[in-house]
């Protein structure tokens, strides 16, 4: 509906109001009409309920172009006039959303569902952020509420398929993706990316459960690559000990071709990623950390030369893996690595909780946390592991809204690529203090940089900064990616 049409509709609608009667007069036919007051409440009834709805439609043209700010405002507005509207509570959560609030676009979707349990925005948008934070079951099961009417609907199919591809549900994303290809036409874009997942996934079929956890802990050494931030350990995969790498921003296990030629490991299918070439997926039948044990890995064959970590490593694990483990702590200082396989229950002693959201683009994950600097209460979601040399990097605007004024980047250090060097006094990830001031880099760019422009792009989610791995290096970190979390316990002075 365009927006004359809708400013007609609304003209119509108050219009159509009865006019003003005495109290106590009657309607034609003899029935007992609306006195002046009830008259008057009716149509101020009318007039707001058009305008939450003219709202909701402005709201939504502002979004599909991008203009997060106004849709949000109006979608407030569409509440002030009608505080029951789903669908303003629904446009709400997709902007707060696209503001990088994630609480905020959770509690808005929430209420939209509590309003009409069928919402077909907000259920598609709840369920996305059900993945983000590690809750695939209860993404699945909201989709499908809202395929209870129609078993057809390519977003709620689609969103499931996500879910079942990250837990590595072979038998269920089949199905899923048989659904979803009666309805692709040929020039989707999603289309490659389906094949893709289809490829992996059929050769699994009927493969039993797929990454096994067997044991409660196993432990291992711990080693970062200082230019990239690639976190690699030692373990044996098959009975031969390689390095493996730990790669939450990938989905699938990669398997290096020569380790794979050495096992002898059995093709299953072929498989062509986005953007490589053609090769091989297998099953690694085991990888071990001490006495934890992963069996049944579904991998793609690669050639992980550019993983190289002081050597080509073995194995590299993605977020299918990843997310089967109950909690992955990588104790940066000490130079370990612990593996459990339950979550915790709690932020272990002297640790503290923090969100942990993956920001999924279907090619790419970015793992993200929360960041507030200088005493500021504003906190706002950064890459976990950036790879700039300095502890932070912030963007202009997060660098601003934390009480800096734009006075401090009147002269940048490096004008060509916006740069500010910074010293920032006070850091919190999450709750949890760091000691010290730390340099800092502000981004004055707009987009800061290529890579969060890339990731508002492809996840309509704003990311404020960097926390990169000079900071990480001083910590000790514990991934439970199936619960959302992390915990952090910066290292002691």
Not at 107 to 124: C, I, P, R, S, T
Not at 295 to 324: F, S, W
Not at 456 to 480: D, H, W
Request: charged share 25%.
């Amino acid at each position: 509906m365009s927006f004359s049409t809708r400013v007609l509709a609304l003209v119509v609608l108050t219009l159509a109001v009865p006019a003003c009667k005495k109290a106590g007069s009657t309607a034609p036919g003899g029935g007992k009409g609306l006195t002046v007051e009830e008259s008057d409440k009716k149509r101020a009834a009318a007039q707001q309920d058009a305008k939450a709805r003219t709202l909701v439609g402005l709201a939504n043209e502002d979004l599909s172009k991008g203009r997060w700010v106004s849709a949000r405002e109006r979608a407030k507005r569409a509440l002030e006039a009608e505080p029951n509207n789903a669908d303003a509570f629904a446009v709400l959560g997709a902007a707060n959303w696209r503001a990088g609030d994630y609480d905020g676009s959770t509690k808005a979707f929430k209420e939209a569902l509590e309003l009409d349990a069928k919402n077909f925005g907000a259920a598609v948008g709840l369920g996305r952020n059900y993945q983000a934070a590690g809750d695939h079951k209860s993404a699945i099961a909201l989709q499908d509420t809202i395929l209870a009417a129609d078993p057809n609907q390519f977003d709620p199919l689609v969103t499931k398929l996500w879910s079942y591809y990250a837990m590595a549900d072979a038998d269920n994303a089949v199905k899923t993706l048989d659904t979803l290809f009666k309805q692709v036409e040929g020039d989707n874009p999603l289309r490659p990316l389906l094949l893709a997942h289809a490829a992996f996934m059929r050769p699994l079929e009927g493969k039993g459960e797929l990454i096994k956890v067997e044991g409660v802990k196993g432990s291992s050494d711990l080693q970062v690559d200082p230019n990239q931030g690639i976190k690699h350990a030692g373990g044996t995969v098959g009975g031969e000990f390689t390095r493996i790498v730990f790669f939450e921003l990938r989905e699938e296990a990669r398997i290096h071709k020569a380790l794979a030629d050495q096992l002898k490991l059995k093709p299953l299918g072929k498989i062509t990623p986005i953007g490589g070439a053609e090769t091989n997926v297998v099953l690694i039948p085991e990888i071990k950390f001490g006495d934890l044990k992963l069996t049944n890995v579904p991998a793609i064959v690669d050639d992980l030369t550019p993983y190289t970590v002081g050597e080509v490593p073995g194995v590299v694990l993605g977020r299918q893996v990843m997310n089967k483990i109950g909690a992955i702590t990588f104790d940066f200082p000490n130079a370990s690595l612990e593996l459990t396989a339950a979550a915790p229950t709690a932020a272990p002693a002297g640790a503290s909780e923090a969100p942990l959201l993956l920001i999924d683009m279907h090619i790419l994950l970015v793992p993200v946390t929360t960041l507030s600097i200088d005493g500021s209460e504003f906190k706002f979601y950064a890459w976990l592991g950036g790879s700039y040399g300095s502890a932070l990097a912030i963007a202009r605007k997060e660098f601003l809204k934390s009480g800096h004024l734009p006075r401090e980047l009147e002269q940048l250090d490096d004008p060509t690529n916006g740069l500010k060097m910074v010293f920032i006094e006070k850091v919190k990830v999450g709750d949890t203090p760091v000691n010290g001031g730390l340099g800092g880099l502000v981004l004055a760019n707009t987009p800061p940089d290529a890579g969060l422009g890339q990731i508002v792009e492809g996840s309509s989610f704003e990311l404020g900064g960097y926390i990169n791995y000079p900071l990480l290096r001083t910590m000790k970190v514990t991934y439970a990616l199936a619960k959302g979390k992390v915990y952090l316990a910066s290292k002691a002075k």
